[in-house]
């Protein structure tokens, strides 16, 4: 990990041990590698049928494994679609079901010549309810975390340190990974002396300012240093000790600005890109020249950092025992400059973040597992982020799930997966979702898919698609199938909680 210089601790954040107990380990247990990247639309790989961007090293764990087809994220935004995939739930369950924040009315600190918050971060996972990496380290994991934490604010109970993860480094609050070039990055390594989650100051960036022409001078690339993180942790690991590693890399998110390195270069001579847009200072995403040139090369460098990881992998003797998937938390974005429609980055679907139709939560998800997973596959069976939990606890072991992972002193425990390792091993699912469910607060829309029918809410409207024949959700049939519809809307009440931080409007 880089050994980066100011450290500090984050307030009123002590150290809390996870509640978990080490089991006895198994050398037989496979380890996991799993990136989710950033607003990652379905269509963006060449795999999915990308038609400008090149992506070998993906597009290769796709012809050794599986390719998804109707993987669904757990939200079609960042926060609430990475706590399903943490906690086994949907949204109507989920603590967390929005990108509630904590950094607004936070004092300022100053990083050199530039004023930050005191306090950055989002709504809290609850600390009642175990996540995954508490699991997995019970089942004798080693779990390290790099990217992207999105699960708490700094001082809350929901920090990596407090929440089975071994060792991370990227960042806390996911506002401040608009920027790539940050004042700080967060960062937990009890190997470095830490006993809780700290900042760490880029004493290289901050001596420019953080918005404006000069923040191109700033040297220190957020993405490279978690990437190089992620690489030195998979380094020291074993093959006597199993590990799952989180890599919840930033990009393809705006801000669209990267090193000018021969990446770019290859795409603007490409796309003849000539596109600048003018920044929002507000949302911290800089001004960006060549936009399409540097949208594309974010997910070239992506798949770069895929090969490397893949290769370290190699070097380790580890890749023959490494289940590696590769996902998004949500579907593409049109922010900081970026422009979906140009790349057809929705994969013919219709909708984008923040939008329950096919095209904000149906997402890229590819799993390579040598010698395991058959080789080449499109695997058309639905599943969806909270699927992943029971998946991991089955492939370390576990016969029953949720078992003792479920808190009795809740009144349930939802976990609302069900386990698709066997598809992983070129055999079937023995039970399917009866249905899947979405809820998002900040656009008031609720989802229900059962069997080919897709149930839309909107403030409170419903509206009804069949997918077997119109997969861009362009015909409204809710008027025709009224019976369906009531059926469907039962489903929204059974399933909906109420939560005081977050709400939908429920369909009469």
């Given amino acids: ?15 809390v041990a996870a509640p978990v107990t080490v089991q006895a380990q198994s050398q037989q247990k496979p380890n996991i590698i799993y990136i989710m990247c950033d607003d990652m639309g379905y269509g963006d790989l060449g795999c999915y049928g990308q038609p400008y961007i090149s992506t070998p090293h993906i597009d290769s764990l796709a012809s050794r494994g599986i390719r998804f087809t109707q993987a669904y994220a ?51 996972y609850d600390t009642a309810h175990i996540v995954i990496p508490e699991m997995m380290r019970d089942l004798g994991y080693t779990t390290g975390m790099f990217g992207k934490w999105a699960g708490g604010y700094e001082g809350s109970p929901s920090l990596p340190h407090t ?135 974010m997910i070239a460098r992506l798949d770069t950092y895929v090969g490397q990881i893949v290769d370290k992998l190699k070097e380790k003797s580890l890749l023959q025992n490494t289940i590696i998937i590769f996902t998004s938390d949500n579907g593409p974005h049109e922010e900081g400059g970026a422009d979906p429609e140009f790349f057809g980055r929705d994969g013919k679907l219709r909708g984008l973040k923040r939008q329950i139709h096919e095209g904000g939560i149906r997402v890229p998800f590819i799993v390579s597992w040598p010698g395991h997973t058959p080789e080449g596959t499109a695997e058309d069976t639905p599943i969806a982020f909270y699927d992943i939990m029971p998946t991991f606890a089955e492939i370390a072991g576990v016969t029953e799930f949720p078992g003792k992972y479920a808190n ?12 698709f390792a066997p598809l992983l091993q070129g055999g079937e699912m023995p039970h ?11 656009t008031d829309q609720i989802g229900v898919r059962l069997r080919d029918w897709k ?50 409007t429920l369909p009469r």
């Avoid at 603007?268 to 911290?284: I, M, N, V």
């Avoid at 009795?408 to 386990?419: A, E, H, K, N, V």
């Avoid at 149930?455 to 809710?478: M, Q, T």
Wanted: aromatic content about 12%; overall charge negative; glycine content about 6%.
């Fill in 1 to 15: 990990m880089p050994r980066l210089k100011h450290v500090l601790p984050l307030l009123c954040a002590p150290a």
């Fill in 74 to 124: 757990g939200s079609p935004v960042s926060a609430p679609s990475r706590a399903s995939f943490m906690t086994g739930q949907h949204s109507g369950h989920c603590e967390v079901r929005g990108n509630k924040e904590y950094w607004p009315n936070s004092p300022a600190v100053r990083y050199g010549q530039n004023d930050d918050y005191s306090i950055v971060g989002q709504h809290p």
């Fill in 163 to 297: 929440r089975g993860i071994d060792e991370f480094f990227g960042y806390v609050c996911q506002f401040q990974a608009h920027l790539y070039y940050p004042n700080f990055l967060n960062r937990y390594s009890p190997e470095q002396g830490d006993t809780t989650t700290v900042r760490v100051t880029l004493d290289e960036n901050i001596s420019h300012p953080m918005f404006g022409p000069d923040y191109r001078n700033r040297p220190q690339y957020s993405a490279d240093l978690i990437h190089q993180a992620a690489i030195d942790w998979i380094d020291r690991q074993s093959p006597q000790q199993p590990f799952l590693g989180i890599l919840t890399y930033t990009l393809p998110h705006a801000e669209l600005v990267q090193p000018d390195d021969s990446i770019v270069a290859q795409y603007r001579e490409r796309l003849g890109d000539e596109f600048d847009w003018p920044g929002q200072e507000y949302s911290r995403y800089n001004p960006s020249q060549y936009t399409h040139a540097q949208f594309a090369a």
């Fill in 408 to 419: 009795t002193r809740l009144t349930p425990d939802y976990f609302d997966g069900i386990s």
């Fill in 432 to 442: 399917t979702h009866d249905f899947l469910y979405w809820e998002f607060d900040e």
């Fill in 455 to 504: 149930l839309i809410i909107k403030k409170g409207i419903p509206h009804l698609y069949n997918l077997a024949h119109d997969i861009h959700e362009d015909h409204d049939v809710a008027q025709l199938h009224p019976e369906l519809v009531e059926a469907m809307i039962r489903i929204i009440h059974t399933q909906h909680t109420p939560n005081k931080h977050f709400s939908v």
